[in-house]
């Protein structure tokens, strides 16, 4: 393990357990000009992550859901202190701290720290995935058909003219689940699951999750198979998968 890696994955842990003081407490909520919530507990943790990056790497960029940044620098640390700030607000534990750098706009270290699990999910580029301390792979299910597929939510799916296809694939597969995106693409990369489909999304959501999956050997693209960090629409989409079901999973949205 590198030196960035070990740093990242005491960062995420360190900025992930804080937020359990907020959770399960009744904590409220403000709606961001997106709609999306965001807590106390989000702030505080993008904090302490910035403030252990400025203290071991002083000069880096830094890119956050709640801090911002300078999208246009291309080696940064990506941060999401909550991904899934509606699970998190409703007590369900399936949300998620992420953090990655990138070199040149492509991840090469992440890690996905979900607090109420203590479940540590992560990869170096060249490396593999591992899944607190265990080296893990992608299913190896060669079809849709007895698949589980995980999707970030109906009603995204609607709004972005996904639904039909969704609908399809759900009538092909053993079952359909919407839990939160990156818990489900932890799954992808753990083999528990076998896609993974979020039709909207952030740089901060799909940065660590990309690294994850595919050093675990799996897949990931935008809807039209195109490379995920390529905008679509003016906003980012991923679909991740075990790399099997890859393309006939994507059939559906055609």
């Known amino acids: ?11 995420a842990y360190e900025a ?3 937020t359990l003081a907020h959770f399960h407490v009744g904590v409220t909520y403000q709606s961001k000009q997106d709609a999306s919530p965001v807590t106390v507990a989000d702030l505080h943790a993008e904090q302490l992550i910035r403030r252990a990056i400025e203290a071991q ?9 709640e801090g911002g940044g300078d999208h246009a620098v291309a080696d940064r640390w990506i941060i999401d202190p909550i991904d899934g700030t509606k699970s998190f ?7 998620g701290t992420l953090l990655s750098y990138e ?9 996905v720290y979900f607090p109420a699990l203590d479940e540590m999910v992560y990869a170096e580029l060249g490396s593999g995935t591992f899944w607190n301390g265990r080296p893990v792979r992608v299913s190896s299910r060669p079809a849709v058909e007895g698949s589980i597929l995980c999707s970030g939510g109906h009603k995204s799916h609607v709004t972005y003219g996904r639904a039909d296809g969704l609908n399809r694939a759900a009538a092909t ?3 359909t689940r919407t839990w939160s995106d990156a818990y489900g693409h932890a799954l992808v990369a753990t083999g ?9 999304v952030a740089r901060w959501d799909i940065s660590a999750p990309r690294l994850i999956v595919e050093e675990a050997g799996g897949k990931c693209t935008r809807y039209d198979g195109g490379d995920p960090f390529v905008l679509a629409h003016q906003e980012y989409e991923l679909v991740s998968s075990n790399g099997l079901i890859h393309e006939e999973l994507l059939g559906f949205f055609r």
């Open 173 to 175: 597969a053993l079952a």
């Open 89 to 95: 607000v409703a007590g369900v534990p399936l949300y």
């Open 57 to 65: 790497y002083p000069r880096e960029a830094m890119v956050g859901e």
């Open 103 to 111: 070199v040149d706009y492509k991840p090469v270290v992440a890690a």
């Open 1 to 11: 393990m590198s030196p960035r890696l070990a740093f990242t994955l005491q960062a």
């Open 16 to 18: 992930g357990r804080s």
């Open 192 to 200: 528990r699951a076998d896609a993974m489909m979020d039709p909207v």
